[in-house]
């Protein structure tokens, strides 16, 4: 077998290039447990979604595999039954706008609770800080239907609130705070309000207070540097705090649920009815993936601001 | 950081300083009424968990009027069938879906971490966080669809259906403890192992894998409360008779309250403070 040179070396490369090749799929194969499972439980179950939304409803809840657009135009639409005139279906959107409406409340409002708290955390002395973000950690571990109950039994007519108001003399009748679009408002900020906290405490840390010292140099008052010095500084912090406040709030199930009763619904009590009660399967999948994809868009405008953030802080 | 180079600067520039910064008491990172909203927030988020536990130890029927200090409710929860049931299944959903994510998420982390990008890197990192991303009332309702057709085509409608979903949105949890831990192991012990004729499989069972243990218990502790959490996937992909315990609760609260559910609610959060708590030490042995 004659060996030239060059064939030799390019021998070593091809070994070295098989090597490279046998460790990369070595480490597909080290991660494929993971990927199957999520794949079989969690991805490929959305396709099934997607294709369902395209399907006839069967009676007794189920599909029949006949296609249909008519999920779709019921999302928004609805028929008369009788002089067959097309018109907006007003419980579907009212849901949809209570939905949004209250999820970007509950941000705001984890926000302006959030922010301070953040802040607070971020410049109390470094050993004391992990106590302080662990206080913070605890509600958010547990049991999210717990908290959910916990608020409940505060706000209810019988609840600590309304009988500390009455007890004061403030109110002579309880008021009425459960079952109302407020006690979702409420139950929200107080299930998601670490999701805004934890975020914001990581940027802060990061915070430069000589920056701060410089503003106060300059003769800036407290607002200002609050405002112009800290609130950019933090913005990343800031942006993906509301995110992860906004997503769970718009496909909310079991706060709405409990705490605002069967009347007032929000997206994910909508999509559950279609699987229970509505028995109208391929509306629930076209409501699924109008979630999906109001929380796509949030993400999308989420990644493209932070990426504008980064960017300008190089800049 | 910040801090103690300021503290350098004061010290550079002498006493004259200092002295008035304590005179004025002019602290650069006080902003007006930030504590005052801080605590208030404090307060706010442990005083419905406060309420909900001392009126487990009522003595009366009522979660509103307080009758005096009894175990009646948990003793009552202790006896009531339904609870212990749904209770063994959490657990056992719990711990199958904890162990096999966490095997599965310290294989992927390995594959992850410690190496040159390679092509589809990202598009794995993508995949294991997806149930991050999704609601879950969108997966919950995925799983009901796909899982009625299996049911159909298999017969079989046990427990295995809820334990591997449960196992999937588990994985991300996992994951990122492991992955952490792994980012920060450095690669200098490998190599000596290698060094010394160690296969691969025997520098993993030697090294890495001692290193890497607080890592893995840290993510079997998460994934371990994540799932027993879960009240909306589980709600939606359970046969009939197979409440877990918060599917359970969700059902009772329907009905008129006793302290009861105070009870089990107060025992659910004690473990869930343990686990988080020895979660908390765990990690911060490390740094």
Known sequence: MPVAASSSLSRAALVAAEADRREIRGRWLLASPALLIILFAAIGPLFIVLLFSFLTPADYGGIVWKPSGHAWFQVLFQKDIFDDTTTFADAHLSILWRSVKLSLLTTIMALAFGFPTAYFIATRPEKMRDIWLFLITIPFWTNLLIRTFAVQEVIRNEGIINTVLIKLGLISSPIQIMFTDVAIMLGMLYVYLPLMVLPLYASMEKLDFRLVEAGYDLYANRFQVLRRVIVPLVKPGIIAGSILVFIPSLG?????????????????????????????????????????????????VYVRYAAGSSENRHG | MANASAGKVRAVFGQADAQKQSR??????????????????????????????????????????????????????????????????????????????????????????????????????????????????????????????????????????LIIAHTAFCIPFAYLPIRARLE????????????????????????????????????????????????????????????????????????????????????????????????????????
Do not use: H
């Not at chain 2, 004025?24 to 307060?43: D, P």
């Not at chain 2, 200090?69 to 959490?90: G, H, K, L, M, P």
């Not at chain 2, 799983?143 to 295995?160: C, D, E, N, R, S």
């Open chain 2, 184 to 287: 920060n192991m450095d690669l200098t012990l490998e190599r000596a192992a290698a060094d010394l004729y160690a296969t691969p499989w025997m520098a993993f069972r030697r090294v890495t894998l001692p290193l890497l243990w607080p890592g893995i218990i840290a993510g079997l502790m998460l994934a371990f409360v994540v799932s027993l959490d879960d009240v909306v996937i589980t709600e939606l992909v359970k046969s009939g008779g197979q409440d877990t315990l918060p599917t359970y609760m969700l059902g009772q609260l329907r009905r008129v309250v006793t302290p009861e559910i105070n009870a089990i609610s107060s025992v659910f959060l004690l473990i869930s403070i343990v686990i988080v708590t020895l979660f908390f030490f765990l990690n911060r042995k490390r740094t």
């Open chain 1, 252 to 300: 909310a199930y079991v706060t709405p649920r409990v705490l605002g009763g069967g009347k007032n619904m929000m997206l994910g009590n909508l999509i559950e009815l279609q699987f229970g009660q509505g028995r109208n399967w391929p509306l629930g999948a076209a409501l699924s993936i109008t979630l999906m994809a109001i929380v796509m868009v949030a993400l999308m």
């Open chain 2, 24 to 161: 004025t008491n002019f602290s650069i990172k006080r902003q007006t009424g930030f504590g005052v909203i801080a605590l208030f927030c404090f307060f706010l988020l442990y005083l419905p968990i406060a309420t909900l536990v001392v009126y487990s130890f009522n003595a009366g029927p009522s979660i509103a009027i307080w009758e005096g200090f009894s175990w009646r409710w948990y003793v009552a929860a202790w006896n009531n069938n339904q609870i212990v049931e749904a209770s063994t299944r959490s657990f056992i959903i719990a711990s199958f879906a904890a162990i096999v994510s966490t095997i599965a998420a310290t294989m992927a982390a390995l594959a992850t971490t410690r190496t040159r990008p390679y092509r589809g890197l990202n598009f794995i990192y993508g995949f294991i966080n997806q149930p991050l991303m999704v609601p879950e009332i969108v997966t919950g309702i995925a799983l009901l669809i796909f899982f009625a057709m299996v049911k159909i085509w298999t017969g079989y409608t046990g427990l295995a259906y």
